[in-house]
Nanobody, 123 residues
Framework: QVHLVESGGGLVQAGDSLRLSCAAS????????MGWFRQAPGEGRLFVAA????????YYRDSVKGRFTISRDNAQNTVYLQMNNLKPEDTAVYYC????????????????WGQGTQVTVSS
């Protein structure tokens, strides 16, 4: 079992930056690939970014490439999502997930989910 707790969300203006953190506890953190997903009101949960177990491979949805960076610190059992040049369309609840060591873009590859943190970007 893995327990995930996200933090770092908030209300910002377009063009600002935020860094989300996800602290994991339970099983060995380095056993898992990690991902970030987001869900806006009335929409489904969308893939944002993922990273494999050792940080060697990363994946991003097209709309965040060049703006968002996923990273992990296995010694601190934490995964991060650095979000720069935020846009109003990035507004959503952001969820951290743990799963397949290889990572991936499908939510089916992730077994454990956090409760989410709200990110709101005003124009």
């Amino acid at each position: 079992q893995v327990h995930l707790v996200e933090s770092g969300g908030g209300l910002v203006q377009a063009g600002d930056s935020l860094r989300l953190s996800c602290a994991a506890s339970g099983r060995s953190f380095s056993d898992f690939g990690m991902g970030w997903f987001r869900q806006a009101p009335g929409e489904g949960r969308l893939f944002v970014a993922a990273i494999n177990w050792n940080g060697g491979n990363t994946y991003y949805r097209d709309s965040v490439k060049g703006r968002f960076t996923i990273s992990r610190d296995n010694a601190q059992n934490t995964v991060y999502l650095q979000m720069n040049n935020l846009k109003p369309e990035d507004t959503a609840v952001y969820y951290c997930a743990a799963g397949d060591p290889a990572g991936g873009t499908s939510p089916t590859r992730f077994n454990y989910w956090g409760q989410g943190t709200q990110v709101t970007v005003s124009s």
